[in-house]
């Protein structure tokens, strides 16, 4: 069984940075491909990035050359730093795991329950 704990969010200015963590247990992590998502209230959840397990990255239009997915393999840990961060970036922010080379974000996939990423104007 793979758990999957976020942390890192929290209330930041227009223009800051954070970095969003989430440590997976579990012995597939290596193996598997890993995503952010978020959701903004009233809206769907949508892909930020997400991370094959050879380290190959994806980035939402909305987050590119903003945000940097990278993962510990060592550490079973992925990690989302995101840059110049903007009010519309407030949402909360979910880490998902799916065993295999590339994320399809198909319903083996585990899932966080999140961080709640707020950015202030």
């Known amino acids: 069984q793979v758990q999957l704990v976020e942390s890192g969010g929290g209330l930041v200015q227009a223009g800051g940075s954070l970095r969003l963590s989430c440590a997976a247990s579990?012995?597939?992590?290596?193996?598997?491909?890993v995503a952010w998502y978020r959701q903004a209230p009233g809206r769907q959840r949508e892909l930020v990035a997400s991370?094959?397990?050879?380290?190959?990255?994806t980035y939402a239009d909305s987050v590119k050359g903003r945000s940097t997915i990278s993962r510990v393999n060592a550490k079973n840990a992925v990690y989302l730093e995101m840059n110049s961060l903007k009010p519309e970036d407030t949402a909360v922010y979910y880490c998902?795991?799916?065993?295999?080379?590339?994320?399809?974000?198909?319903?083996?996939?585990?899932w966080g329950q999140g961080t709640q990423v707020t950015v202030s104007s």
């Open positions: 579990g012995s597939i992590f290596s193996i598997s491909a």
């Open positions: 998902g795991l799916e065993y295999g080379h590339t994320w399809s974000g198909g319903r083996s996939a585990y």
């Open positions: 991370i094959t397990n050879g380290g190959s990255t």
